[in-house]
């Protein structure tokens, strides 16, 4: 996938898992920053624990037991940041953690709620949305954009 966008209903959990192991393998890359958005319990956890543990992480928490941002160490010597913005409270906090020094460099970046964090990020390299679908419980409506390199 590259300069590519896809619309596609994930039919269950383990398909959005397995999409997530997928975007690991193919698409997500050393300074990345990969933006996950949606509504609260669309999936962007579920997701994001996919995509580190495709990573190569190892103890991926859930997000609501971190403040912001929890750090991995991934395969290939390098790390991958989680940041939840949902508790977000200022733009202030986010110089305060020193935001901007998270995304220059080679970690791979995911943001939840990245929204909360408008004018602090740079288009991101791989867009996800979810969103639940009517009437199925265990379905969720996913699209995926990856920017050209
Ligand atoms: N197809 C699916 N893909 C992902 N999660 C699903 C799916 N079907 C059901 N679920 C359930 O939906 C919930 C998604 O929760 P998750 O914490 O990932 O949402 P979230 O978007 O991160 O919400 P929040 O904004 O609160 O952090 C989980 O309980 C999961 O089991
Ligand atoms: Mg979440």
């Given amino acids: 996938m590259n300069g590519e966008h896809g619309a596609f209903t994930v039919d269950s959990e383990q398909a959005t898992v397995d999409f ?3 975007l690991a393998r193919d698409v997500v890359r050393p300074g990345m920053l990969v933006t996950l958005r949606g509504e609260l319990g669309a999936g962007k ?8 543990q495709g990573l190569g992480a190892a103890d991926v928490v859930n997000s609501p037991t971190f403040n912001l941002v929890q750090t991995y160490p991934v ?3 390098g790390v991958a940041h989680h940041f939840d913005l949902y508790r ?3 733009a202030a906090e986010l110089e305060g953690i020193g935001f901007r020094d998270y995304l220059d460099g080679a970690a791979v970046v995911l943001v939840e709620w990245p929204q ?3 004018g602090f990020l740079p ?4 867009a996800v949305t ?10 969720r409506a996913l699209t995926c954009s990856v920017a050209p390199r």
């Fill in 20 to 22: 997530g192991a997928r």
């Fill in 45 to 52: 956890t579920v997701l994001a624990r996919a995509i580190l």
């Fill in 75 to 77: 395969a290939g010597g």
């Fill in 88 to 90: 977000l409270e200022s």
């Fill in 116 to 118: 909360r964090a408008a």
């Fill in 123 to 126: 288009p991101a390299d791989v």
């Fill in 130 to 139: 979810l969103a639940t679908v009517p009437d199925d419980a265990q379905a």
